[in-house]
T-cell receptor
């Protein structure tokens, strides 16, 4: 089954404790991206990757890191989480270079930083 | 100015009603357009792409007006199961290829 898998689905952590949210896709998509969704603000892009070893900042990259060592995986790293990073996070993947290509989303990770 | 703007909503309509959502985008270089549906706190899923000639999928009709930079979604004969948030999404294939999301419009269909 074609899918994007995020883990964990739910996470409560303390300020300053490094964490990683994993994202994996099995569709051989070049493009992967991380978004956060907050009430009243909609989906905002954190980082994206056009292909292996190619990553770039989105609209709200501060406090986050990513890596793309393999095509299928795109982990999101919070080196020192803070309460303002409490949010619902989505990973997405899609093909690049095709008009009207669909983006597939993971099920989301609800992160609470206390 | 935000790149993609939608009706703020929420829209509360009775079953069977016709409802229309509007969306405007600011970047004339935008190349692809979509409507996504998001159920409460779940992942967004593609509802339909939007083509220049307009397109229809059952009770759903999407229209694109490039000159006015305007996209619309029409839902006819609303069902209870249509209750969700509808996201207008624009793809700007610049160097970075970015999907830009509107904040979404909430629809509640009531019995």
């Amino acid at each position: 089954e074609a899918q994007v898998t995020q883990n964990p689905r739910y996470l409560i952590t303390v300020t300053g404790k490094k964490l990683t949210v994993t994202c994996s896709q099995n569709m051989n998509h070049e493009y992967m991206s991380w978004y956060r969704q907050d009430p009243g603000l909609g989906l905002r892009q954190i980082y994206y990757s056009m292909n292996v070893e190619v990553t770039d900042k989105g609209d709200v990259p501060e406090g986050y890191k990513v890596s793309r060592k393999e095509k299928r995986n795109f982990p999101l790293i919070l080196e020192s989480p803070s309460p303002n990073q409490t949010s619902l996070y989505f990973c997405a993947s899609s093909l690049v270079g095709r008009a009207n290509t669909e983006a597939f989303f993971g099920q989301g990770t609800r992160l609470t930083v206390v | 100015r935000k790149e993609v703007e939608q009706d703020p909503g929420p829209f509360n309509v009775p079953e069977g009603a016709t409802v229309a959502f509007n969306c405007t985008y600011s970047n004339s270089a935008s190349q692809s357009f979509f409507w996504y549906r998001q159920d409460c706190r779940k992942e967004p899923k593609l509802l339909m792409s939007v083509y220049s000639s307009g397109n229809e999928d059952g009770r759903f009709t999407a229209q694109l007006n490039r000159a006015s930079q305007y996209i619309s979604l029409l839902i006819r004969d609303s069902k209870l199961s249509d209750s969700a948030t509808y996201l207008c999404v624009v793809n700007i294939e610049r160097t970075g290829y970015a999907l830009n999301f509107g904040k979404g419009t909430s629809l509640l269909v009531t019995p």
